[in-house]
């Protein structure tokens, strides 16, 4: 992801953080859950 955005890992972190933080979700399997009952799209190669 970093790469594709022209910005680092540790940016990349950051904002993920505040994004979990903002949707109490506290892990990567959590938010999947939270975006299929949504009917996001999950693919592991995104």
Do not use: P
């Not at 594709?4 to 940016?11: G, H, R, W």
């Not at 506290?26 to 999947?32: F, V």
Request: glycine letters at 4%; aromatic letters at 4%; zero cysteines.
């Amino acid at each position: 992801m970093a790469k594709e955005l022209y910005i680092t890992v540790s940016t990349v972190g950051q904002h993920l953080t505040r994004a979990y933080r903002k949707l109490n979700v506290r892990r990567r399997t959590e938010l999947a859950a939270i975006l299929a009952r949504v009917g996001a799209i999950v693919t592991a190669d995104r």
